[in-house]
């Protein structure tokens, strides 16, 4: 069905309603109008990283991991996983007569903000910190979300526009100051494209205001740019009692008729909240025209009408139950697993052999932590494999694993009769009594998150540093004094100072939250089953790095990210290692594409990302370093070769000005080909020095 068609059919059927149906219908817990045949539905759902809150479903790497995979082709592939899990409990559970919260087809991702500050809590639910990779990465979840059907299989939402990254304790009021040139290069890019390539169904507001306007009530987002500029001509809804906050946070309005009148004469379609039971008042006293409820149900019933479920089918109304968690889901899972955990550091102890390494001592709260696999805005698995269990699997038939949990996540999660160094002596004993130590660190969705989680330190998700808490610093103190050789696995979803590790630890292995089974993939990276290939989508700070940044509530990317930041970083954005031994030779590139040969020169198989980086030469209005202008993974078997062209992503021969508005660059650029950023610090930790080439304007 096309839009223009969906949308006929919707105006005709609102045509149909009084007023006070018509606002019923913009509120995302829409009740059914009996005598016009429609149904209730709940338009809130979630699926980060499989389908969420509803039940089993299968259960990815979170956000930030999979944006590690550089691999758009899969991200699209578990978009598709995730619209037909949620069609097949759309289908069981709607003829059943379940139409409630996380039951339906929208679903409110993916979340496309830039990860600009690595305090904030939400950005393991981003994609990172570059607006290129952010784009790509998001463009391949929304295809696999909608499908390329006669209806959509489901639909996407891109989310939270614009320019929210924190902090999480003053969304509800903060007002994010961004430049125009911040703007355009870095804050609207994603959204953009998500918009005009992707085709997005629906975009949500955000919680803040942005250069003095609250985002769900913005004409300059709103109005001007989204379906101004970018002729977008989906739904737009407010972020969950975000129009509630013009009056009680912001105070734009003084009333909720006003805060409700202002969202919808900007064109917010449809409320997360109660703001909008007030719709109805709004207009009677001329706050509002009719007009524009009329419009906002249109628009909503024709995502509804494109998704076939208004009684006329659709091609995915066969999907059975059994969808949920089948095989080729979990399989597909497992593989975004793989591809997502990043190599740090690796002396050569890495990968070990189950049947030489003797006995392996699994120290650390998140080794046997079901909370730690799966990050925030989670389904329900119906098994969970921890690293400490995959790391059993593994070592079944060989030598003996002991564990021990060594210290508690943090001193805020610690019992009122606990001490945060019970188990420090038990963790050493085990470190003693080992041959190898395995030592698993980090974080979960109760330390790093969103604000409104009861469980987060503090009143938000935040965290107040880049450090390690402090018992888990102690642990690792304590265990690497042990002196055994010693690989440190971390779970997190933000940059982490691990300076300690990095310094005297033997190998460290970034697996972000890797889903609910997770543990296993660790486990096969760790036995070297298959290589790591993922790279960081995000700088790693050193914690004293955070007196050099922006405060943390200062949009200005001067300083920030790998493209300014003039520090040099723990890791640097695009960073990881891996187990064969591979390198480029015969660069040669275009204003549109590059080619480069990739030589596997050891006996291992494996896979890896290749890295573009640009440079313009000359224009004052180029970023600090070379930008991300292109990637690719490839597969390259064991002393063999494969030739590689990657298209170059056109805006990075651009370069915006202080005025916010885009140009063409200087006319001479310098392509970077490589594993990594061509910067000394990439260089340092991998032994390797990018290739180069200019290119000139034809």
């Known amino acids: 069905m096309n839009r223009e068609k969906a949308r006929a059919q919707a105006a005709a059927l609102v045509a149909k ?45 979170q956000a930030i991991g999979l944006a590690a995979t550089f691999d758009d082709a899969l ?8 619209a037909t899990e949620g069609r097949a409990k759309y289908n069981a559970l709607s003829i059943r007569g379940d139409r409630d919260i996380y039951h339906g087809l929208t679903f409110w991702c993916p979340n496309i903000n830039i990860f600009r500050d690595p305090r904030w809590g939400r950005g393991q639910e981003t994609y990172g910190e570059d607006p290129y990779l952010t784009s790509r990465i998001g463009q391949a979840y929304v295809r696999g979300l909608q499908g390329s ?50 085709g997005v169904e629906a975009v949500m507001g955000a919680y803040n205001r942005t250069n003095g306007e609250p985002c769900c009530g913005s004409k300059a987002l709103l109005v001007d740019t989204l379906r101004g500029a970018w002729g977008f001509a989906g ?16 105070k734009v309005t003084a009333t909720p008729q006003a805060s409700a009148a202002l969202a919808l004469s900007m064109g917010c379609d449809l409320n997360c909240g109660c703001a909008y039971h007030f719709i109805v008042d709004a207009v009677e006293v001329g706050l ?42 979990l399989a597909k899972a497992h593989e975004a697993t793989l591809k997502s955990c990043v190599l740090l550091k690796n002396n050569g102890i890495l990968p070990l052999n189950a049947e030489t390494v003797g006995t392996v001592g699994v120290i650390g709260p998140n080794a046997d932590s079901r909370d730690s696999l799966i990050g925030n805005y989670h389904g329900t698995s119906s098994r969970y494999i921890t690293v400490l269990e ?68 503090g009143d938000a998700g935040d965290k107040p540093d880049l450090l390690l808490p ?55 990276l760790l036995f070297g089953k298959v290589s790591p290939s993922g790279k960081l989508p995000v700088t790693f700070y050193r914690n004293e790095a955070l007196s050099e940044l922006p405060d943390f509530t200062d949009y200005s990317m001067q300083n920030r990210t790998y493209k300014y930041y003039t520090g040099t970083p723990l890791y640097p954005f695009g960073y990881g290692l891996s187990y064969a031994d591979m390198a480029l030779r015969g660069l040669s590139a275009d204003r549109t594409e590059a080619r480069v040969t990739v030589e596997n020169r050891s006996g291992f198989d494996a896979e890896q990302v290749v890295e573009l980086y640009l440079k313009d030469a000359d224009s004052p209005d180029a970023p600090t370093h070379p930008i991300l202008a292109g990637f690719a993974r490839i597969r390259v078997a064991a002393h063999a070769a494969e030739m590689l062209t990657v298209p170059l992503d056109p805006a990075a021969f651009t370069v915006v000005g202080d005025d916010g508005v885009r140009r063409a660059g200087s006319g001479t650029w310098t392509l970077y080909a490589g594993f990594g950023q061509p910067d000394a610090r990439t260089e340092e930790l991998t032994g390797q020095k990018c290739l180069s080439v200019t290119i000139r304007e034809d």
């Open 390 to 457: 995959g790391i059993q699997d593994a070592m079944a038939g060989h030598g003996r694993v002991l564990c021990s949990a060594g210290c508690h996540l943090s001193l805020d999660r610690i019992e009122p009769l606990a001490r945060q160094d019970d188990r420090l002596a038990e963790a050493e004993a085990v470190a003693a009594a080992s041959d190898l130590v395995v030592l698993v660190l980090g974080y979960d969705e109760h330390w790093e998150g969103e604000e409104p989680d009861d469980s987060n330190a």
């Open 288 to 329: 509002v025209e009719e007009e524009s409820v009329t419009e906002a149900a249109v628009r909503l019933f024709t995502t509804r009408f494109l998704l076939g479920i208004m009684g006329e089918g659709s091609e995915y109304d066969d999907i059975p139950y059994t969808a949920v968690e089948c095989p080729e889901h």
């Open 17 to 61: 309603m009084t007023l006070e149906e018509k606002a019923s219908q913009l509120r995302y817990n829409s009740p059914a109008i009996e005598r016009l045949g429609i149904p209730a539905y709940n338009w809130w759902n979630e699926a980060l990283h499989g389908v969420a809150r509803g039940g089993t479903a299968t259960s990815f790497p």
């Open 235 to 250: 739904h737009v809804v407010s972020d969950c009692w975000a129009v509630r906050d013009f009056h009680t946070g912001h």
């Open 75 to 82: 991200i699209e592939q578990l978009g598709d996983v995730a």
């Open 470 to 524: 402090a018992p888990q610093r102690t642990l690792l103190s304590r265990v690497l004094d042990v002196g055994k050789p010693t690989v440190v696995v971390l779970l997190a979803g933000s940059s982490v100072d691990l300076s300690e590790a990095e310094t005297r630890a033997d190998a460290v292995l970034l697996g972000w939250y890797p889903g609910a089974r997770g543990g296993r993939a660790i486990a096969e």
């Open 149 to 198: 059907g006669e209806t959509l299989k489901s639909a996407a939402c891109a989310k939270h526009f614009a320019v929210h990254s924190g902090p999480e304790a003053l969304r509800h009021r903060f007002d994010a100051r961004a430049t125009p040139k911040d703007m355009e290069e870095t804050y609207l890019p994603a959204f953009r494209d998500l918009v005009t390539k992707a």
